[in-house]
T-cell receptor, first 110, second 113 residues
Framework: TQLLEQSPQFLSIQEGENLTVYCNSS?????LQWYRQEPGEGPVLLVT?????EVKKLKRLTFQFGDARKDSSLHITAAQPGDTGLYLC??????????FGSGTKLNVKP | DAGVTQSPTHLIKTRGQQVTLRCSPK?????VSWYQQALGQGPQFIFQ???????QRGNFPDRFSGHQFPNYSSELNVNALLLGDSALYLC????????????FGPGTRLLVL
């Protein structure tokens, strides 16, 4: 059983569309991170959220941490082909021991 | 400033063999974590090393062991390889304490035949 459930697993959209990826758990995390991974490479950190209810923006990406620190969402506005990749959430449950979700594979078609 | 480096990039082994993977952390980082990423899955935490000691461990059997050297570089050893050990092995480095930022290496792709 995965500690962090991500949805959807796959997403194929047209350039310019908006999308939201969800990361849910029944566990409370001290922090939660979002990564993007491209084929043949390691994950690259996008953001870390720490406080319940926190919202962070990174250009067209908006990240939100749930009030109870059990869930998070990533919203992309006006997706571009360069956003294509595997998006992973990872929660810190116990002193920097990170549990990853299974990922959302995003394909943005030009 | 070199980021996290891992070697080798690819490796092919047969069942029952042993393998050693290596990781050099980002300059200034003192903590190394190892992850196993099966195809189509997210990374799974194997263990974490800090000050040459295993500080945290995930749900992996004793066949998986590691080491951290005084220069903070690290090795992951897997004994008695199984077909199911085929995966991308990722190393992440960070600076210990507080909310950490992990920097991942490109990984070692291990294929067990």
């Amino acid at each position: 059983t995965q500690l962090l459930e991500q949805s959807p697993q796959f997403l194929s959209i047209q350039e310019g569309e908006n999308l939201t990826v969800y990361c849910n758990s029944s566990s409370v995390f001290s922090s939660l991170q979002w990564y993007r991974q491209e084929p043949g490479e390691g994950p690259v950190l996008l953001v870390t959220v720490v406080t319940g209810g926190e919202v962070k923006k990174l250009k067209r990406l908006t990240f939100q941490f749930g009030d109870a620190r059990k869930d998070s969402s990533l919203h992309i506005t006006a997706a571009q082909p360069g956003d294509t990749g595997l998006y992973l959430c990872a929660g810190d449950l116990n002193f920097n021991k990170f549990y990853f979700g299974s990922g959302t594979k995003l394909n943005v078609k030009p | 400033d070199a980021g996290v480096t891992q070697s080798p990039t690819h490796l092919i082994k047969t069942r029952g063999q042993q393998v050693t993977l290596r990781c050099s952390p980002k300059s200034g980082h003192d903590t190394v974590s190892w992850y196993q990423q099966a195809l189509g899955q997210g990374p799974q935490f194997i263990f974490q090393y800090y000050e040459e000691e295993e500080r945290q461990r995930g749900n992996f059997p004793d066949r998986f062991s590691g080491h951290q050297f005084p220069n903070y570089s690290s090795e992951l050893n897997v004994n008695a390889l199984l077909l199911g050990d085929s995966a991308l092995y990722l190393c992440a480095s960070s600076l210990g304490g507080g909310v950490v930022t992990q920097y991942f290496g490109p990984g070692t792709r291990l294929l067990v035949l």
